[in-house]
């Protein structure tokens, strides 16, 4: 198989463009309207009792502008913060770009955070207003008088007494916005990480971030002008918020946006009716969709033409079942909430199953020890990012040691272990806490959740350390069965067996557990931290 372009020749070649002064809001928004095209649809939109809506870009830039025209009236200028706690609403985005026309920084949140991790955000930040929807406004209400900065609740719906109607404001506010000069190098929005240490870290990003994220747009998600993007997860995390949002509409390409629960086979029916033909998501919602009986041959997916996955290591099983079934190849991503995505597979590349690709153009990336010492190819590290990267955040909010401690020798070391082969494709190995240290052997998590998902009875699995009074630690495995399959101690030994004969046999989990579901963040990464922690008092079915 051969490349489609020259990797080496396109990384030497690329130069990132960064003006002095950008505003994400404009070029995300008003650049299309000036350039012609105010008519194409920027946001096709559907909820799940069927209703449907869509918006021109020159729609969203007159909304948006009103938007942000409200917030200036509520006495919020540049610099100032405000959080979305909202479904998959189009108000997300009008309110999301209005509030980048005029300097303004939001701030996305889950709609499931409960009430004191509310409160933390907004006091963490500073935030002054919160945007959400009458279902979740109850935890607003319950905190805010916890909240010294918050002065104003907006709702996109019924306000109660003491909240501000979304629509209301907006009737009252003027189409014409004279936006604020911005620079590249301000900040434009905050992303709250999910970690599994301490509270979570609000990672703020420049307005440049959404440049330095072109190349993504160009070989990993492979964008073209007429392309309906889409996300099966919701815009609250920033691989969803780029790549279903900023980034294509900085280019002009129009997104689907479905606000429901997620459902394998109703995305198969949106994926026909929107013509999507660039599908964006994450390995559980691919896993899902690949589970689903029946589906082939009963919906037209011709449009379909890229996949691309993210938020957890993709196993080479979903990868062959995927392009098997439906025609596609998944595109693996890796990044995290301080740098989106840098390493990829790309279409023109050789994919390598299990592997997460290669370095971007534009991106440099290398393999270091704690200390920033480059690794040679071969080696196992910690993956590391040039300092100076356009797509690098800013730092964490108010927390500068925590955000010295990611730097070293002029690196931002992500955290993420990975092994650099010697044809330089990158293999992710776990995160530094997720590293299982058993009999003095160093086992990645993902190797063995690999080796696992290869047999036919598992959906999905998690592997940790789990304390043994002889070894230590062992390892164990959580593991959410595929339908038509009962557990029991039998089909614990043939797994275990089966897994002996994929990888090392001190690989193999010596522990395993059957569940219905595996804890995981909004992002849909596997919370091995929380299956940690239980095992320190839990019981296992050993082998």
């Known amino acids: 198989m051969t490349w489609d372009w020259d990797y080496q020749a396109e990384c030497e070649k690329w130069e990132w463009r960064i003006p002095a002064y950008y505003n994400v809001g404009y070029d995300c928004v008003d650049k299309h309207v000036r350039l012609g095209k105010k008519d194409k649809v920027a946001l096709y939109w559907e909820n799940e009792a069927g209703e449907e809506r869509r918006f021109t870009f020159g729609d969203m830039q007159a909304l948006s502008n009103r938007f942000g025209n409200v917030l200036r009236g509520l006495g919020l200028k540049k610099g100032d913060r405000f959080l979305l706690r909202m479904p998959n609403l189009p108000e997300f985005q009008m309110a999301f770009i209005g509030g980048l026309k005029i300097g303004a920084v939001p701030i996305p949140s889950s709609v499931m955070f409960k009430s004191h991790e509310i409160a933390y955000r907004i006091n963490d930040s500073g935030a002054s207003v919160i945007i959400t929807v009458p279902q979740y406004a109850a935890e607003v209400a319950e905190i805010r008088d916890q909240c010294h900065s918050l002065r104003h609740v907006i709702v996109v719906g019924e306000p109660e007494r003491d909240q501000l109607s979304f629509w209301d404001l907006m009737a ?223 730092g964490y909010w108010n927390k500068p040691e925590e955000t010295a401690s990611l730097y070293r020798n002029g690196w931002l070391l992500t955290g993420d272990i990975c092994l650099k082969a010697d044809d330089d494709y990158y293999w992710f190995k776990g995160r530094d806490d997720d590293l299982i240290m058993s009999s003095g052997y160093r086992i990645s998590p993902f190797e063995v959740e690999s080796a696992v998902a290869k047999h036919p009875a598992v959906l999905e699995s998690a592997a940790v350390a789990s304390p043994d009074p002889v070894r230590g630690v062992i390892v164990k495995s959580f593991v959410v069965l595929r339908e038509d399959h009962e557990p029991g101690p039998s089909l614990i030994k043939e797994i275990q067996e089966f897994v002996k004969g994929h990888i090392a046999a001190y690989k193999y989990p010596r522990a395993i557990e059957f569940v219905t579901e595996l804890p995981k963040t909004q992002s849909g990464k596997i919370m091995r931290k929380l299956l940690r922690e239980a095992e320190s008092g839990g019981t296992s079915n050993r082998g």
């Open 172 to 394: 009252r506010a003027s189409e014409k916005l004279r936006g604020v000069a911005t620079r590249a190098e301000d900040l434009a929005l905050i992303c709250y990480t999910s970690g599994t240490t301490g509270s979570p870290k609000g990672a703020t990003h420049a307005h440049r971030y959404v440049i330095g994220n072109d190349s993504a747009s160009q070989y990993w998600q492979a964008l073209e002008e007429d392309d309906i993007v889409s996300h099966a997860s919701d815009l609250n995390w920033i691989y969803a918020i780029g790549q279903s949002f900023l980034f294509p509409w900085r280019q002009g390409v129009s997104v689907f946006l479905y606000q429901g629960r997620f459902n394998p086979e109703k995305w198969f029916h949106l994926l026909e009716k929107y013509r999507v033909t660039n599908l964006a998501g994450v390995p559980t919602a691919y896993r899902m969709m690949a589970a689903a009986g029946g589906v082939e041959g009963k919906y037209d997916l011709g449009a379909l033409r890229h996949c691309i996955s993210a938020g957890e290591p993709l196993n080479p099983e979903l990868f062959y079942e995927w392009r098997e079934r439906f025609g596609h190849e998944l595109y693996d991503g890796l990044g995290m909430t301080e740098v989106n995505v840098y390493i990829s597979n790309m279409k023109g590349m050789p994919i390598q199953p299990g592997s997460c690709g290669r370095p971007m153009p534009g991106h440099i990336c290398t393999i270091t020890n704690e200390d920033g010492q480059e690794l040679s190819p071969g080696s196992t590290g910690i993956l590391a990012v040039k300092a100076d990267d356009p797509g690098v955040f800013l």
